[in-house]
Nanobody, 122 residues
Framework: QVQLVESGGGLVQAGASLRLSCAAS????????MGWFRQAPGKEREFVAG???????YSADSVKGRFIIARGNAKNTVFLQMNSLKPEDTAVYYC????????????????WGQGTQVTVSS
């Protein structure tokens, strides 16, 4: 059974940092891209950042320069370092894995975690 398990969410003040982690298991993820989406209340799910199996990471303009995505050495883990958090970053953050490199659409990712809540107060 494939599982993506996120951790690291929480409640912080604006300007603070948080680090999200995700561990994938249940199958081989060789060649798979991993990434993060988020969904705020009343809004559509949106792409945050992605990292291919090999190659450069990529991110949404709204988080560029503040969020950094990286994969662990085993490559079945992915991290999202979130700095200079803003209230508009408040959302449920989902870890994803998919076979399409460079993907930014939700439908391009086959596997999703359950999500972790990030709340940024002003």
């Amino acid at each position: 059974q494939v599982q993506l398990v996120e951790s690291g969410g929480g409640l912080v003040q604006a300007g603070a940092s948080l680090r999200l982690s995700c561990a994938a298991s249940g199958r081989t993820f060789v060649g798979y891209a991993m990434g993060w989406f988020r969904q705020a209340p009343g809004k559509e799910r949106e792409f945050v950042a992605g990292i291919p199996w090999s190659g450069s990471p990529y991110s949404a303009d709204s988080v560029k320069g503040r969020f950094i995505i990286a994969r662990g050495n085993a490559k079945n883990t992915v991290f999202l370092q979130m700095n200079s958090l803003k209230p508009e970053d408040t959302a449920v953050y989902y870890c994803v894995a998919g076979s399409v490199a460079g993907a930014r659409a939700p439908g391009d990712y086959e596997y999703w975690g359950q999500g972790t809540q990030v709340t940024v107060s002003s």
